[in-house]
DNA sequence: AGTACCCTAACGTGGCGTCAGTGTCC
DNA sequence: CGGACACTGACGCCACGTTAGGGTAC
């Protein structure tokens, strides 16, 4: 047993779990988004942890960022009913999705454009080169 | 007059026909992506800083990082017929348009993901609160 | 003398990666 | 004694923004 028969995990078995590194779970510490219990200098995962880290690496996937993801984990800590942290987790995502979806239409945009930009661009090399490439 | 009376443009001027920052510019600079002249201590821009200013700006657009513009201005300058140079770009862009097709494949996937989140947190709003804002 | 513009130098941002050096356990 | 793991700084990355402090020209 690596643990001590309780359900903490060590910070490596944390990262195979989870998919990330040591330095990002410190990292997260740092921020204050997790908090280890220590045992002797090394950090211990509770149960806790683990909900946490699983709404941060969530949080991420949708683009929020650290410190936002901190203050709704905070709310849903301070908040026994969850109905503001609730109200406020739907407030971040509808901002969050209006941003996403700003993005996706740069996004795209810009693929068009680079796909104009290289077909002409391939054009002059044909051009350039005869029409031997013009096929390929 | 600003400036001598040929083609040059001071940094304010450049800012402003770019719509970037002064610090932008200097940035540039320091990267070895533009050669302003100096009167003194004073940047002036000629035609050359202009043209590669557009290529940075539409670079940037595209994703692509400074110091990969960089190269590609720098081909440009070393090439006289263009030809490795457009070359060099056309793989770039191939290389870049398939980045930005994988994050947008990423993004749709995760609006997707986000819009069934709210929807299912605004569901709970809904019951918690009664049926009072579900037809809202 | 003010003020409008220019300059350099250097730190801050976000999310970690990557050493460097030390400690602990087996 | 070696090796695997842990730890704490602290600097590096990218593209600048933002002071801080000083010069120069009108």
Redesign the interface.
């Known amino acids: 047993m690596t643990g001590t028969g309780d359900e903490t995990m060590t910070i490596r078995a944390m990262c195979e779990a989870f998919g990330v590194t040591p330095r990002a779970l410190r990292f997260y510490e740092a921020r204050e988004l997790l908090f280890p219990i220590r045992e002797g200098q090394k950090r211990l995962y509770t149960r806790r942890d683990r909900a946490r880290l699983t709404l941060i690496l969530r949080g991420k996937?949708?683009?929020f960022s650290l410190e936002e993801i901190r203050q709704l984990l905070d709310l849903y800590d301070r908040d026994d009913?969850h109905?503001a942290q609730?109200?406020a987790?739907?407030e971040a995502?509808?901002r969050?999705?209006a941003q996403?979806?700003a993005?996706?239409a740069e996004?795209?945009v810009?693929?068009g454009?680079?796909?104009e930009?290289?077909a002409r661009?391939?054009a002059?090399?044909a051009s350039?080169y005869g029409r031997t490439i013009a096929a390929a």
Do not use: K, N, S, V
């Open positions: 996937r949708f683009g009913t109905a609730l109200h987790t739907c995502a509808r969050r999705l996403m979806e993005q996706r996004l795209d810009a693929i454009e680079l796909r930009h290289l661009g391939e002059m090399l350039m």
